[in-house]
């Protein structure tokens, strides 16, 4: 395992630079249906980033809120306590901002992983938007990268045990 002073140090820009794919961004005006191709079109991403004219972040839909609209009567019998018959004709009528959650977590190029982390196990998710000082989306980090940062230390270290033998 990498040296844990190593992780520290790391910050969400040395992951950024490296691994990182474009994310999945709408405009708050779009479909349900534009959600939904935006999923299909990088599926590797599992949320959408909903920005403003400005590119600065207004909300996120999480992949589990689009299985939750496609299938609401699961949702129904799981959460008996949010849903009740008479929302059926709501259910219906769901839109984007609908499914948006408007406080989403995010970090900064700045972050140390350690806080990327403590936020993405506290949140049971896998993938942050990285915004700038004025909160415009410049990325997002994914448990890819961390996997992928991981490994690639790994490879460095046999490496260099090998050299030295």
Not at 7 to 26: C, G, I, Y
């Amino acid at each position: 395992m990498p040296e844990w002073a190593e992780w520290e140090s790391l910050r969400v820009r040395d992951l950024v630079q490296r691994f990182s794919f474009p994310a999945n961004v709408l405009s708050p005006d779009r479909s349900i249906d534009d959600l939904l191709r935006k999923f299909v079109e990088n599926p590797r991403c599992r949320h959408v980033y909903v920005i403003d004219d400005d590119q600065r972040l207004v909300g996120v839909v999480r992949m589990n809120s689009v299985v939750q609209y496609l299938f609401p009567y699961a949702g129904m019998r799981i959460n008996t306590n949010e849903w009740i018959l008479g929302d059926l004709p709501r259910i219906a009528r769901v839109n984007l901002k609908d499914l948006i959650n408007d406080r989403p977590h995010f970090v900064h190029p700045e972050t140390s992983l350690t806080e990327m982390a403590e936020i993405l196990i506290s949140e049971k998710i896998n993938e942050l938007p990285v915004v700038d000082q004025d909160r415009r989306l410049i990325g997002q980090v994914n448990v890819f990268e961390i996997i992928a940062r991981y490994l690639e230390r790994r490879n460095e270290d046999r490496s260099h045990k090998e050299q030295h033998r």
